[in-house]
Nanobody, 112 residues
Framework: QARLVESGGGSVQPGGSLRLSCAAS????????IGWYRQAPGKQRELAAL???????KYADSVQGRFTISRDYAKNTVYLQMNGLKPEDTAVYFC??????WGQGTQVTVSS
């Protein structure tokens, strides 16, 4: 069964760090580009970062240089390391496989 499960969200002060995890079923992890999307209150969902099956990455301009996406092939897990967090990074973060399969989301709140 195709499945994506996010974890690692929470509350952090500006400038802090969080690491999100997206555990994927093997069929998804092996064959799909996986992306981290985020949706802030009152805004459209947007792509933050994605990683292809062979490890190529792409980032939104707003997170470039602060966020790092990676794959752990042994654990079928995609990570999003978020450093230098800003209040405008506050959102529900979802991982998705080429927008076909979605996780349930995890809340990230950046506030002093």
């Amino acid at each position: 069964q195709a499945r994506l499960v996010e974890s690692g969200g929470g509350s952090v002060q500006p400038g802090g760090s969080l690491r999100l995890s997206c555990a994927a079923s093997e069929s998804i992890f092996s064959f799909y580009t996986i992306g981290w999307y985020r949706q802030a209150p009152g805004k459209q969902r947007e792509l933050a970062a994605l990683i292809t099956t062979d490890g190529r990455t792409k980032y939104a301009d707003s997170v470039q240089g602060r966020f790092t996406i990676s794959r752990d092939y042994a654990k079928n897990t995609v990570y999003l390391q978020m450093n230098g967090l800003k209040p405008e990074d506050t959102a529900v973060y979802f991982c998705a496989a080429e927008t076909l399969y979605w996780g349930q989301g995890t809340q990230v709140t950046v506030s002093s």
